[in-house]
């Protein structure tokens, strides 16, 4: 099975890099950030790369790579950016999607790891979801939890979060463009 897709980055490109690593085939990167460790690692496996700094530039830019490429899923991965209702109403409904370091709803926006410390909740974990208007709202697709330590840090937290979504990420794309085909 060919899985083609987009990826959207802005920073390191570590959940970029668990895809490129599974069966996925990443036909563009676009980031908002010139200087995004993940377009190194695009461009380390061959793939074109583009950055825009005007969030509508880059979103009209990946329109045209969309059909350009003929990609199934954009998928965000670190995308900072919170994309036009203009754009996401332009693509496919159920087109685009999103890793975020909590369980949605809870905790959205930046710094979801931060809050779920300072909340001293027991569980936290990572979601993926469809991306809609909202900010971190739409259709949840899956999650998977984790359990807190009594001496979690931002870091500790981070590390473990990381380590999920880079198997829990793959699989699910896969998962969603079999059902597709
Ligand atoms: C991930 O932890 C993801 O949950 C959040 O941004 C982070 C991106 O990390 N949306 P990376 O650039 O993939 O390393």
Request: glycine share 6%; with cysteine; charged share 20%.
């Amino acid at each position: 099975m060919v899985y083609n897709v987009g990826v959207l980055i802005s920073g390191s490109g570590s959940n970029l890099k668990a895809i490129i690593d599974s069966d996925i085939n990443v036909k563009f990167v676009v980031s908002n950030n010139h200087n995004a460790g993940g377009l190194c690692i695009a461009k380390k496996a061959n793939i074109p790369v583009y950055s825009w700094e005007s969030l509508s530039k880059l979103e009209s830019e990946v329109s045209k790579l969309i059909l350009k490429y003929n990609t199934d899923l954009l998928i965000l991965a670190g995308f900072m950016r919170l994309l036009s209702s203009n754009f996401i109403q332009s693509v496919p409904k159920l087109s685009i999607i999103n890793i975020h370091p909590s369980l949605l709803p809870a905790f959205k926006g930046a710094n979801a790891i931060e809050q779920a410390l300072k909340y001293k909740v027991k569980y936290t974990g990572v979601t993926i979801h469809y991306v809609d208007e909202g900010m971190d709202s739409g259709l949840i697709i899956d999650q998977a939890t984790v359990k807190l330590d009594e001496s979690e840090t931002i870091s500790s937290l981070q590390k473990r979060l990381q380590k999920i979504e880079h198997k829990l990420y793959p699989s699910t794309i896969k998962r969603i463009l079999d059902s597709r085909k």
